[in-house]
């Protein structure tokens, strides 16, 4: 795993959630380089906002694959 | 392609290998510079390998320092190809063949060029009018996009990302990138520059 960006510089703001699942994260970090709940927060949000803004994004599908073959046929890298 | 029928294959090296248990290879899209990145690599005094099956033309005046005539794409989809045979050494694979990129060790220098640039040299090598030119732009972009992403997942390769337009803009720093990358002892800079020749950049946007 990497280490959590630094944020302090930012501005932040307070978003609430169930004290059993903030008791849960307070566990999980012992030992581990998040600082505190927050900083363990931010950085699993940080992760999982990525990984749905990369599902979102268009991806190499059936087509673009058979136009780029295509291509390539053409250009003598395949047969 | 067997291995015993393949090409007349060669080799520029008369130093020895790199890092013995790397492979290493020069990639990006067809027509971004990779033929002139395997040739700065040979002039500078780095191993690269190659056979004689796509011989230069008025498209690659220097030539195209290929495996299988630039053919290994497939090889490398059936899982036949020999990594083992080419480690410590570069070999060319462009794009879509890194898809298909076994586990092992990688160092890959990987080129990026304007892709309207990159379409224009296919379409005058292939003797072609795209007639679904948008299409095809977002097809390689999104290829372009997914091998490198993939890439960046693994942990057995490591990548340098070089511009073609760059190198022929500011070649003394984008070279000494390069050799930091690789090896700093083995790259002769200067004759790595001699390769650049402004006249083949044809297809300018």
């Known amino acids: 795993m990497t280490m959590p960006e630094k944020t302090e510089n930012e501005p932040s703001t307070t978003i609430s959630i169930p004290m059993t699942l903030a008791k849960k994260i307070e566990k999980r970090i012992k030992g581990t380089p998040f600082s505190s709940p927050s900083a363990y927060v931010t950085y699993v949000l940080g992760e999982v906002l990525s990984d749905v803004e990369d599902e979102t994004k268009e991806s190499f599908s059936k087509e673009d694959e058979e136009r780029v073959k295509a291509r390539l046929r053409s250009l003598g890298y395949m047969d | ?205």
Request: with cysteine.
């Open chain 2, 1 to 205: 392609m067997p291995e015993t029928t393949a090409k007349k294959s060669q080799e520029n090296n008369p130093q020895g290998k790199l890092d013995p248990p790397v492979n290493y290879i020069v990639s990006g899209l067809e027509r971004s510079g990779t033929s002139m990145m395997m040739q700065m690599l040979a002039n500078g005094g780095l191993p690269v390998a190659f056979d004689d099956g796509r011989k230069p033309d008025e498209h690659n005046p220097k030539g195209y320092y290929e495996l299988d005539g630039g053919k290994i794409i497939t090889r490398l989809m059936q899982n036949s190809f020999r990594f083992e045979d080419y480690k410590g050494r570069f070999i060319k694979i462009t794009a879509f063949g890194l898809l298909y990129l076994p586990p092992g060790s990688y160092k890959i220098i990987y080129m990026q060029r304007n892709l309207d640039e990159v379409l224009d040299s296919m379409e005058t090598m292939a003797q072609i009018t795209d007639t679904q030119r948008e299409e095809t732009k977002q097809s390689f972009q999104k290829l372009n996009e997914k091998v490198l992403k993939d890439l960046q997942k693994r942990n057995d390769v490591k990548v340098l990302l070089l511009n073609y337009n760059e190198i022929l803009q500011d070649p003394a720093t984008l070279i000494a990138m390069l050799c930091r990358f690789l090896a700093p002892n083995r790259c002769d800079a200067q004759k790595m520059t001699t390769v650049i020749d402004k006249h083949l950049y044809r297809q300018r946007r």
